[in-house]
């Protein structure tokens, strides 16, 4: 998948579905609200939580180069406890 988003199939699936969700969601908001619809919409969405989980879908992340061609820093997480000067 050179030159293309990363990620697998199973994942851009669970977006999909997770986007479908919303814009159902959103269509029923404006045309009643039709509550119904709503409730789909709102499946759909708490669906792909589930099957995000169930594929994985945080393992997809990667860390891309910037347009110069070098790589992203890491960040460097604070020292939760620092030494205190005696």
């Known amino acids: 998948m050179s030159?293309?988003?990363g990620g697998r199939p199973s994942s851009w699936l669970?977006?999909?579905v997770?986007?479908?969700g919303f814009v159902v969601g959103g269509w029923a908001l404006c045309v009643g609200p039709n509550w119904t619809l709503f409730g789909v919409g709102a499946g759909l969405v708490v669906l792909?939580?589930?099957l995000g989980l169930a594929?994985?879908?945080m393992s997809d992340v990667?860390?891309?180069e910037?347009?110069?061609g070098h790589p992203i820093p890491q960040a460097k997480a604070a020292d939760p406890a620092p030494e205190?000067?005696?």
């Open 48 to 50: 792909s939580g589930v």
């Open 66 to 68: 910037n347009r110069a």
């Open 84 to 86: 205190i000067a005696k």
């Open 3 to 5: 030159g293309s988003h």
């Open 62 to 64: 990667v860390l891309a």
């Open 18 to 20: 997770s986007l479908l």
């Open 14 to 16: 669970v977006v999909a």
């Open 55 to 57: 594929v994985g879908i």
